[in-house]
């Protein structure tokens, strides 16, 4: 489960903490599928990010995780996944190329609220997850979102950001 969760406007801004916590530079790269929706791509590369598309797979809708080690260069620092319709992706096999290649991982769970995967629940599968909870989401309050951190080395920094720079 997770270790600290923020509240925040939206899952995009969730996502766009993410990015911040990753300590994202100009032309560093973040593996994401090709399917998703445009807040994935967008939270990473307004902080410098260059995204690298993998295909997703037929059955899930989610990213192929076969082909994510391929797509691995020395300029790769996250992988973005994106649970498609609270459907989580293959995060066993997601985690260990990321821990193999010192990736940090970001579980997109807009639509996973409630949602389990090997009875953790979605959010809580990688280093940082968001959530959603816009009006056509399952939970929902009309706008807002959660940045759930699970890898406590990102925690106090979060609180600072989510605080607008103080603490």
Not at 21 to 41: K, N
Not at 71 to 98: D, F, H, L, S
């Amino acid at each position: 489960s997770a270790k600290t969760v923020f509240i925040t406007y939206s899952c995009s801004s969730a996502l766009e903490m993410a990015a911040i916590l990753v300590d994202l530079s100009p032309g560093d790269e973040f593996i994401m599928p090709s399917y998703t929706f445009v807040s994935t791509a967008n939270a990473f590369v307004l902080h410098g990010g260059t995204p690298v598309f993998i295909d997703i797979r037929r059955d899930t809708k989610n990213i192929d995780e076969s082909l994510i080690e391929k797509a691995i260069t020395p300029r790769t620092k996250a992988i973005a996944v994106m649970n498609y319709g609270g459907v989580a992706c293959n995060m066993e096999a997601i985690n260990a190329i990321a821990q193999k290649h010192g990736l940090v991982v970001i579980e997109d769970a807009a639509q996973g609220m409630g949602a389990y995967y090997q009875g953790k629940p979605q959010g809580s599968l990688s280093d940082l997850g968001t959530l959603s909870f816009h009006g056509t989401k399952n939970v929902i309050c009309g706008e807002g979102g959660a940045l759930i951190v699970n890898n406590p080395k990102y925690a106090e920094r979060a609180r600072i950001i989510r605080e607008k720079g103080t603490d």
